[in-house]
């Protein structure tokens, strides 16, 4: 039979390579064109100390994304990712604060919490097959109730007096938990390094192993991959259980680096979550959801951030931006979709 | 003067000439039929004349005026309407037939007036009596069944004073009834002169109903002929334009041994039970018309729907209750629907290939890549899959090459029993004639091959035994050297005496 090679068509049009380009590249070269702006507007934005802040800020964010990636790689959506890191920010305050634990509880629990959250997403949207956006928004309401009746809306910080009169708290936030946001190791902040390390393993995992293969299968058409013998309702449920255990790390990180279990705090980051990974589709073109996209996606949405809160552009402005970047990134994903 | 005029039409997509230089001609009250494989162009020449693409160079004519369409609404008014073979894309589903049937008074433009319920019903039961049709007008289009829809396309069209119906295979869908049912409405549109286009793969119909037929190969219009006058040999091998190596069934030895077997197997959706067996190396064809329950039992007996029954492989009872568990019992399943649930369009050649055997490429959890693609371009290599690359996406693949794909997954896994259902649909002689090939090497291995289709010429082709489904039962069993056409047909028709009368009596009120 004959192949068909590429080089059989060598007279490519220049505008379809032009188009091309900018879809494998345009948000990379969006994301050099951001810090050549920044580096040119301000000279405090390229320097050590800025550069590790930026990655420090978003390590957060990026942590999230991954959660949120993995349930758009099966092909749903997890909408109450915000609410868990509020829960898993709250409950390890109040394991350390109100109870006294020991680190490893202060980890555990808040993890386990956000597995059964995804359980619950699994539940609802698998099994009992309500749409994943309005099944997770349910959840995520009842998360937020959950979180707010449990602290009776105070946030909690080290020796604070307790909500229902009985004295002061006995616990502190321990310097053991705190070095997870805020400690350094090789003078690089121990967030950063791990969140590189969980984006390298979960690359990974997505790319190299059968497990991240039937993740993809799964998402890229649910029937077809049942039909082959993947056992697809298994996998949905792992990601929505992924997706609560990344947002719950999240909110460990979160509490460590502010030293409070603050109320509702993980509320900003289901959105810039989401929009990291929805950045990272156009990422090399890859048109689908993926790890290294979704880091780049966090990236740019942090740099923004950063960049623009130096230029003295208020916080409520710089929404707009974020959102005009998604669009981008969107159009350059979406543009020549339909065929 | 003819009706339509197509003379040296030309078009190109970038460096790629789909059509070139063809010349194409359809008379008043004539139904010119339009052959070809898949990527011969006809579809590309359907699109030009109803304004979808427009055309590089070339002119076409409507009675004597030239004519230059650069959208769908161009084509329309100048008279040329089309009955696409998705019929899905030009209705609209949760409004009832009456609406869909009458869309032109809502969105008409400068006729666009108030108008009443009673009158839209009474101009919608006109338009379907033209067409000789009965839908409840209160239906709701996402409840018809795929000939309702494409009668009430055709109706549409009709009502819109076309004066050129284009037909895209108009009878895949349908049943034997129906397909009759839509040749009277033709011969009844013949003879008030409109001209219609035919595209279809089956040479039977197009002797029956085409005056004129033109066979398209590599975007050339390569030869008309008048239907009679031709042999079916003679456009196949034109279509092909090379020796047509037709798959005539041999007599194979069987050895006997029993592979799989099924035992009052409950099919949900038909309500009936089957039981069958198919023996080691032997292909059992399936033969039903549409609506048969044929793609119903083979999903049952694939787990993928909630079927009750006894399976037994080998001899061992198993039970198999999703399609995890039929993949594990050396069960593989080729469905109908190849995009929707036989392969992944967004994913590669490779990854298609590895899916089902995925675990013998990832011993321990890590996928061996170098195995997989090397494994791939063999696969590719042996069942003459065009592919730029294996990672090139399916998508972008043809229907006939998506299909080798459909079922080359299955040869890594360590399958013993194969179901197909309706394998050829959608795709070319040449691709065809692949897939026959593979499915007789599969039998000669020893495996056991389950064969569903309504292409009874297919099954003579193919099969050693041949069972007749009707109405969700296995109403006929026979050898192949026992079995004709006539007595499929017979047989498949059977269990359904009231289709026969019935068309009698349509055939009785017809002028």
């Known amino acids: 039979m004959k192949q068909l090679n590429i080089s059989d068509y060598p007279q490519q049009d220049l505008k379809e390579r032009i188009v091309n380009f900018f879809m494998k590249f345009g948000t990379l070269l969006a994301l050099g064109l951001i810090i050549v702006f920044f580096s040119l507007t301000n000279d405090q934005f390229l320097t050590y100390g800025n550069i590790t802040d930026i990655l420090r800020s978003i390590s957060i964010v990026t942590l999230v994304a991954i959660g949120v990636t993995f349930s758009m790689i099966v092909g749903g959506f997890d909408l109450s990712v915000g609410s868990t890191v509020s829960l898993a920010t709250v409950a390890s305050g109040a394991l350390l604060v109100w109870h006294s634990q020991e680190l490893l509880v202060v980890l555990i629990v808040p993890l386990v919490l956000g597995a059964l959250i995804g359980l619950i997403n699994a539940f609802i949207v698998v099994k009992i097959r309500i749409p994943d956006l309005i099944g997770t928004l349910a959840v995520m309401y009842i998360i937020n109730g959950v979180h707010l009746t449990y602290t009776k809306g105070y946030s909690i910080y080290g020796n604070m007096p307790m909500p229902d009169g009985s004295g002061t708290a006995p616990g502190i936030f321990i310097p053991a938990f705190q070095f997870i946001g805020q400690g350094r190791l090789f003078n690089i902040p121990f967030p950063v390094i791990l969140m590189v390390v969980i984006v390298a393993l979960v690359h990974l995992f997505l790319n190299y192993t059968r497990a991240g293969r039937l993740f993809y299968m799964t998402g890229g058409n649910k029937e077809a991959a049942r039909l082959s013998g993947v056992p697809v309702n298994r996998y949905r449920t792992y990601a929505y259980v992924i ?29 810039d979550g989401v929009a990291a990974a929805l950045i990272g589709y156009s990422v090399f073109g890859a048109g689908k959801p993926n790890v290294i996209g979704t880091f780049v996606g966090a990236i740019i949405i942090g740099i923004l951030l950063n960049g623009l809160t130096m230029m003295n552009v208020p916080y409520y402005a710089q929404d707009i931006i974020k959102g005009g970047i998604l669009v981008g990134a969107l159009a350059l994903t979406y543009f020549r979709k339909k065929e | 003067m003819s009706l339509l005029q197509v003379q040296q039409l030309t078009k190109s997509f970038g460096p790629v000439d789909v059509l070139k230089q063809v010349d194409f001609s359809v008379e008043p009250g004539e139904v010119h039929a339009l052959l070809g494989v898949n990527g011969a162009g006809k579809s590309t020449l359907v699109k030009i004349l109803s304004g979808d693409y427009e055309k590089d160079d070339g002119s076409i004519q409507i009675n004597g005026e030239e004519v230059h369409f650069t959208s769908p609404s ?32 809502t969105v008409g433009g400068k006729n666009s007036r108030p108008i009443s319920w009673k ?76 001209g219609m286009i035919y595209i279809s793969h089956r040479m039977q119909e197009i002797s029956q109903i085409a005056e004129r037929m033109t066979v398209m ?38 050895s006997g041994e029993t592979m799989f077997e099924i035992e009052h197997l409950s099919v949900p959706e038909t309500g009936k039970q089957v039981s069958l067996t198919v023996g080691a190396g032997e292909i059992v064809g399936v033969a039903g ?73 990832s011993p321990a959890g890590w996928i061996n890549r170098k195995k997989e693609h090397q494994s791939a371009l063999e696969q ?128 009785a009120a017809r002028p």
Not at chain 2, 233 to 251: C, N, P, S, W
């Open chain 1, 243 to 271: 997706s609560g255990v990344f947002a719950a790390l999240a909110g460990i990180v979160l509490a460590a680096r502010i030293g409070t279990g603050q109320v509702s705090a993980g509320d900003p980051l289901l959105m």
């Open chain 2, 74 to 105: 161009e084509a329309q008014a100048k008279g040329i309407a089309i009955v696409v073979q998705e019929v899905d894309t030009g209705l609209i589903p949760n409004l009832p037939v009456v609406e869909n049937l009458t869309l032109d008074l």
């Open chain 2, 119 to 194: 009158k839209r019903r009474h101009i919608a039961r006109e338009r379907l009596a033209k067409v000789n049709t009965h839908i409840p007008l209160n239906q709701l289009i996402e409840d018809c069944t795929l000939s309702q829809k494409q009668m009430i396309l055709l109706a549409r069209a009709v009502a819109s004073e076309a004066k050129i119906i284009i037909f895209d295979e108009p009878t895949a869908p349908l049943s034997d009834h129906e397909t009759k049912q839509l040749f009277q409405v033709i011969e009844e549109l013949k003879t008030q002169g409109i």
């Open chain 2, 217 to 254: 190969r590599d975007g050339k219009a390569v030869a008309v002929y008048e239907t009679g006058k031709v042999s079916s040999e003679e456009v196949i091998q034109t279509m092909l334009g090379k020796q047509l190596h037709k798959a005539d069934y041999h007599h194979r030895k069987i």
């Open chain 2, 289 to 361: 018309l549409v609506g048969a329950g044929k793609s119903e039992t083979a999903n049952a007996i694939f787990g993928v729907t909630n079927a009750k029954g006894k399976w037994f492989v080998n001899g061992h009872s198993v039970s198999i209750k999703s399609p995890r568990h039929a993949v594990n019992a050396g069960l593989s399943f080729i469905p109908e629907e190849r995009r929707k649930s036989g392969v992944l369009i967004d994913s590669s050649v490779q990854e298609n290939l590895s899916l089902p055997a995925l675990k013998s490429f």
């Open chain 2, 380 to 507: 590719i290599e042996e069942l003459g899959i065009v592919t730029s690359s294996p990672k090139a996406l399916l998508k972008h693949l043809s229907g006939g090459n998506q299909q080798k794909v459909s079922i080359g997954k299955w040869l890594n896994h360590d399958s013993n029993v194969f179901i197909f259902d309706e394998p050829t649909k959608g795709i070319d002689i040449g691709a065809k004639n692949d897939v026959f090939r593979l499915i007789t090497h599969l039998a000669d291995q020893g495996k056991g091959i389950l064969y569903f289709t309504s292409e009874f010429d297919e099954l003579l082709q193919i099969a050693d035994r041949i069972l007749v489904m009707a109405d969700g039962e296995i109403t006929d069993e026979m050898q192949n050297q026992e079995a004709t056409e006539a007595r499929l047909m017979t047989a498949a028709a059977g269990g359904n005496a009231v289709e026969t009368v019935e068309y009698q009596r349509l055939s």
